[in-house]
């Protein structure tokens, strides 16, 4: 079958086979079919979707378009999470060392900031030294040793999607259910990892913003999952303001380092718990999730957590002296105060404001290559329903540059202090 007649038949809504998929993709990443046949090939699958049998044969022809990682042989079941991104997200970060110190594998590949999101590569380089490129085999045998190990996507992993989403970005297709989710699990499944939890995120400050489409998205790439033999589960979490208290790439190791110690804040352990206590039971480490999260608890009140977290900053040559002292992360050279205008409740605080603020102060990038300023960002001393009066600092920002004024006008239009607000629920949902 050509190009054009893959074309007819997904214009007329019929199924296409897995082989004409596999070789369109084969086909599209090997450049021999041209941009404008794969766009229309995307705004078709916008406007007729695609049954489950076509959305995971383009997913698996996606993800054998490149590397696929052999982990096998690293001894035990190896568990895997991922986020679609928001702002204050940090949850890889304790997540992983939680899961390690009970002796489960957490092989993790993870992404660089685009946006007003952060990226978890951006954050664990705000540690001096530490290194997200090692090669598979040095992966391979830090995830042997430490149990854990954070890293750069290695090789070629699933470039057809490198190249179908820079073909969504500009064919306005970005925000389609089933290319999204091929677009992720294709990635996903490329890790070679045996189960993975999703943080789905919902919310003013998520890719989704309405709670049924986060759903949506959610089931589809549990079902995706399954079908290519993975364990799955899926958490619909809120995005509506920041998670954590601290945005911004040394904030946020900071804010990861005290929830390690016990002392961070109640939501970001929350969901850390939440995506955690599921990898736990599917590691086979415990029969249910209560007893998995008192577990988890235990790995911060031992001590034993940070102390993994440290062998992975080593173990990536890092200095691992950060447990102990913050200082040695960039820190930026000004704190500016943003003050409540009157007494009342906070009621609203936008996650994307707060994260596009942090982008435009350095912390984030606009484009691919910017360079980044790890220690600027934002501390929060007031989340949706607490109680602030006149003059209280609502948020610390840390900054590089002496005049923010547009910034802080950009943060005051995004936030309301007001009456009594009813806080968004924290997890909205779990999917299995
Ligand atoms: N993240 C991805 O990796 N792909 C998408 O399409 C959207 C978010």
Do not use: C
Request: hydrophobic share 40%; no cysteine.
């Amino acid at each position: 079958m050509t190009m054009l007649e893959t074309l007819m038949k997904k214009r007329n809504n019929e199924e296409l086979t897995s082989n004409e998929i596999e070789t369109m993709i084969q086909d599209f990443t090997a450049g021999k079919i041209p941009d404008y046949q794969i766009s229309a090939f995307l705004m078709a699958t916008y406007f007729t979707g695609m049954t489950i049998p076509e959305l995971t044969n383009l997913t698996m022809a996606m993800m054998h378009s490149g590397d696929v990682l052999d982990l096998s042989t690293i001894e035990g079941i190896k568990v895997d999470k991922h986020s679609t991104g928001g702002v204050g997200d940090k949850v890889s970060l304790p997540l992983a060392p939680m899961l390690a110190a009970l002796g489960i594998k957490v092989p993790m590949i993870s992404g660089r900031g685009l946006g007003h999101t952060g990226g978890t590569l951006d954050k664990l380089e705000a540690i001096p030294g530490y290194q997200v490129e090692i090669s598979e085999d040095e992966f391979k045998a830090q995830i042997d040793k430490v149990g854990t190990a954070i890293i750069g996507a290695t090789g070629n992993i699933a470039p057809a999607d490198k190249k179908m989403y820079a073909l969504r970005d500009v064919t306005a297709t970005v925000d389609s259910i089933p290319l999204i989710a091929a677009s992720i699990m294709s990635k996903k499944l490329a890790t070679g990892n045996n189960a993975l939890v999703l943080d789905v995120k919902t919310g003013s400050g998520a890719f989704m913003k309405e709670q049924d489409q986060a759903e949506a998205l959610a089931q589809i790439m549990v079902k995706i999952g399954k079908e290519a033999g993975m364990q799955m589960q899926a958490v619909i979490s809120d995005m509506n303001q920041p998670l954590g208290n601290k945005i911004g790439n040394t904030l946020e190791i900071e804010e990861t380092l005290d929830t390690l110690k016990g002392q961070g804040p109640k939501d970001l352990l929350e969901v850390t718990l939440t995506l955690a206590a599921p990898m736990v039971v599917m590691a086979q480490k415990a029969d249910d999730e209560v007893t998995a999260r008192e577990m988890l608890m235990r790995t911060i009140e031992d001590g034993s957590a940070l102390v993994k977290f440290g062998e992975m900053i080593t173990a990536q040559g890092g200095d691992n002296r950060v447990l102990g002292n913050y200082n040695l992360m960039p820190h930026a050279k000004f704190e500016v105060e943003l003050t409540a205008p009157r007494n009342g409740y906070l009621s609203r605080l936008d996650a994307d404001a707060v994260g596009i603020a942090s982008m435009q102060l350095g912390g984030g990038r606009t484009k691919k290559d910017d360079v980044l300023d790890y220690g600027v960002g934002i501390t929060l001393h007031k989340k949706l329903g607490d109680a602030v009066t006149e003059g209280e600092s609502l948020m610390t920002i840390a900054t590089e540059k002496e005049d923010i004024t547009e910034i802080m006008d950009y943060l005051q239009e995004h936030l309301v202090v007001g009456d009594a607000v009813k806080v968004p629920t924290l997890i909205h949902k779990i999917i299995k």
